[in-house]
């Protein structure tokens, strides 16, 4: 009964993507994939620097405007953390979890391993914090990437 189920499901999730075909844009306006007339960049005045507290170390990038770019990119008007550490194996191993009964559903599973850990190269403990590994540190688009996505 599982099979049907399944594959009830995935044909489900394949055609909840598709769309009709879209209108024409009306005259006097611009389509997507036209470029903007003008050359200038574009700066968002929220795109300010705050007041983020680099701990432990220090970060290649500016994490106040990694931030701030982040914020405009999202539309947010969160005030972000306050202070980004810098951490090691300590502060962001993690053990795997139990696979989900959703991916069991799907027959995804994991690798027996009862002793294996993993290191996360950032991570937000609450929403005043974050954590970022010091071995990402050497990389600046790396860094600059996880600070962005944590």
Same mark, same amino acid.
Request: glycine share 6%; net charge negative; proline share 9%.
């Given at each position: 009964?599982r099979?049907?189920?399944?594959?009830?499901? @995935?044909?489900?999730?394949? $055609? #909840?993507?598709?769309?009709?075909?879209?209108? /024409?844009?009306?005259e006097?306006?611009?389509?997507?994939?036209?470029?903007?007339?003008?050359?200038?960049?574009?700066?968002?005045?929220?795109?300010?620097?705050t007041?983020? !507290?680099?701990?432990?170390? /220090? $970060?290649?990038?500016?994490?106040?405007?990694?931030?701030?770019?982040t #914020?405009? $990119?999202?539309?947010?008007?969160?005030?972000?953390?306050?202070? !980004? *550490?810098? #951490?090691?194996?300590? /502060?962001?191993?993690?053990?795997? *979890?139990?696979?989900?009964?959703f991916?069991?559903?799907?027959?995804? @599973?994991?690798?027996? @391993?009862?002793?294996?850990?993993?290191? #996360?190269?950032?991570?937000?403990?609450?929403?005043?914090?974050?954590? $970022?590994h010091?071995?990402?540190?050497?990389?600046?688009?790396?860094?600059? /990437?996880?600070?962005?996505?944590?």
């Amino acid at each position: 009964m599982r099979k049907p189920a399944a594959v009830a499901l @995935s044909l489900l999730l394949v $055609l #909840a993507g598709c769309s009709a075909p879209t209108a /024409t844009p009306p005259e006097g306006t611009s389509s997507v994939n036209e470029s903007p007339s003008s050359t200038s960049p574009v700066v968002d005045s929220r795109a300010t620097a705050t007041d983020i !507290v680099v701990v432990n170390g /220090t $970060l290649p990038v500016d994490v106040n405007r990694t931030y701030a770019r982040t #914020a405009v $990119l999202l539309g947010t008007e969160f005030g972000g953390p306050y202070n !980004v *550490q810098v #951490a090691g194996n300590e /502060t962001l191993a993690f053990s795997p *979890q139990p696979v989900s009964p959703f991916h069991d559903l799907w027959g995804v @599973s994991r690798a027996p @391993s009862t002793d294996e850990t993993f290191v #996360a190269t950032g991570r937000v403990p609450d929403q005043t914090l974050v954590y $970022l590994h010091y071995e990402i540190l050497d990389d600046e688009t790396q860094t600059e /990437t996880t600070l962005a996505h944590e």
